[in-house]
């Protein structure tokens, strides 16, 4: 258990519908980064927030948000979704500026697009 | 840019053989942190090792090792006897200058192992 927890595990929508992915990062960690693994694409960097504000971005699409709250749980929204969007989205957290770089992951979520 | 290569896509053995899953790397910067993960058909990412780019010393871990090569930009990992449970797929990665926060990792496209009885 990484101490990173994901909800939900599984997601079923439908093209052109919005949803959210929340994630708790580990007790203590500052950095929450969020990534998308398609079977096309593999595992690509989508955003990285530090303490609430956004540290880096990669390769996310304009139709994707991310924030980071207060607490630091973060949530990643999906909006006008297409078949394409359908993968594992994961998270992961790192305590932030002294780490030495591994990322601890959470479960996942995994969305299927209809 | 950076850059990760895993050029097997997939590898079978038998149990008990050992087995070397391939990494290699591309960056213009000095500083570097490597890393292996494992995705077990659960979904999970765990990670395994990680080693910077100032160390170049192998490493043994029970039945895992690592060998680092900054002259070849590699580094390759091995499974010695392995095993069923070993069936996963192995992610390479890396990330770039220690300094700040902005610590994302960059992957390979995984190498796939499978483990027969």
């Known amino acids: ?114 | 840019a950076q850059k990760v290569t895993q050029a097997q896509t997939e590898i079978s053995v038998v149990e008990k053989e050992d087995v070397t899953l391939d990494c290699v790397y591309e960056t213009r910067d000095t500083t570097y942190y490597l890393f292996w993960y494992k995705q077990p058909p659960s979904g999970e990412l765990v990670f395994l090792i990680r080693r910077n780019s100032f160390d170049e010393q192998n490493e043994i871990s029970g039945r895992y090792s690592w060998n680092f090569q900054k002259s070849t930009s590699s580094f390759n990992f091995t499974i010695t006897a392995s095993q069923v449970v070993d069936s996963a797929v192995y992610f390479c990665a890396l990330s770039l200058s220690p300094s700040g926060s902005a610590r994302q990792l960059t992957f390979g496209s995984g190498t796939q192992l499978t483990v027969l009885p």
């Open chain 1, 1 to 114: 258990d990484s101490g990173v927890t994901q909800t939900p595990k599984h997601l079923i929508t439908a093209t052109g519908q919005r949803v959210t992915l929340r994630c708790s990062p580990r007790s203590g960690d500052l950095s929450v980064y969020w990534y998308q693994q398609s079977l096309d694409q593999g595992l690509q960097f989508l955003i990285q927030y530090y303490n609430g504000e956004e540290r880096a971005k990669g390769n996310i699409l304009e139709r994707f948000s991310a924030q980071q709250f207060p607490d630091l749980h973060s949530e990643l929204n999906l909006s006008s979704l297409e078949l394409g969007d359908s993968a594992l989205y994961f998270c992961a957290s790192s305590p932030g500026d002294r780490n030495t770089g591994e990322l601890f992951f959470g479960e996942g979520s995994r969305l299927t697009v209809l």
